[in-house]
């Protein structure tokens, strides 16, 4: 089946280490986005990429990195600087409309 | 700065009572307005895109309309199963940005 795949689901870091997300589609999509989405909160963007080797900073870029080497792959690291990582993270591709994953939910412990 | 408000933040209705959802925007050139229902701890999953002010599309018991400054999300006769939260987004022609709002938490009672 098509679609986006993102892992793991839940994922549990202690303060001062970096944490990779995977996001993977199948999709055929050259445009791929991240969001971030706090309780009572709708998506905020963080990071974009409309095609391979190239994206733009969302509106919370700070303290995330990313990177497009594949069509089918948009991973996003959080880093130590990222003050508050807590989250619920969405991965999305875009081809007219946004087909979503069904998240990872990150705590820092 | 592109930008969407979504209101009410919070709607209870009783089953069968009709009402709608509003999304205001502003953006440097709409490329698309979409409409998404998020069910608690879930992806979104896609409800419609509008393009052009005037513009109507149906789902079921769910009607969406825009105009050049904002949306609406008309629900008729809704379910319980319809209770969700409802966001709308908007898609910039000039960065390619996707912007959301804060969503609307909608409670049906039975």
């Known amino acids: 089946d098509g679609g986006i795949t993102q892992s793991p689901k839940y994922l549990f870091r202690k303060e001062g280490q970096n944490v990779t997300l995977s996001c993977e589609q199948n999709?055929?999509?050259?445009?791929m986005y991240w969001y971030r989405q706090d309780p009572g909160q709708g998506l905020r963007l963080i990071y974009y990429?409309?095609?391979?080797?190239?994206?733009q900073k969302g509106d919370i870029a700070e303290g995330y990195s990313v990177s497009r080497e594949k069509k089918e792959s948009f991973p996003l690291t959080v880093t130590s600087a990222q003050k508050n990582p807590t989250a619920f993270y969405l991965c999305?591709?875009?081809?007219?409309?946004?087909?979503f994953g069904e998240g990872s939910r990150l705590t820092v412990l | 700065e592109d930008q969407v408000t979504q209101s009410p933040e919070a709607l209870r209705l009783q089953e069968g009572e009709s009402s709608s959802l509003n999304c205001s925007y502003t953006?440097?050139?709409?490329?698309?307005l979409f409409w998404y229902r998020q069910d608690p701890g879930k992806g979104p999953e896609f409800l419609f895109t509008?393009?052009?002010a005037g513009e109507e599309k149906e789902k079921e018991r769910l009607k969406a309309t825009l105009t050049k400054k904002e949306s609406f999300l008309h629900i008729t006769a809704p379910k319980p199963e319809d209770s969700a939260t409802y966001l709308c987004?908007?898609?910039?022609?000039?960065?390619?940005?996707?912007?959301f709002g804060k969503g609307t938490r909608l409670h049906i009672l039975p």
């Open positions: 999305a591709s875009e081809s007219g409309e946004l087909f």
């Open positions: 953006v440097s050139g709409l490329r698309g």
């Open positions: 987004a908007v898609h910039s022609n000039r960065d390619d940005k996707i912007i």
């Open positions: 990429s409309q095609i391979v080797n190239d994206f």
């Open positions: 999709l055929n999509h050259d445009a």
């Open positions: 509008l393009y052009s």
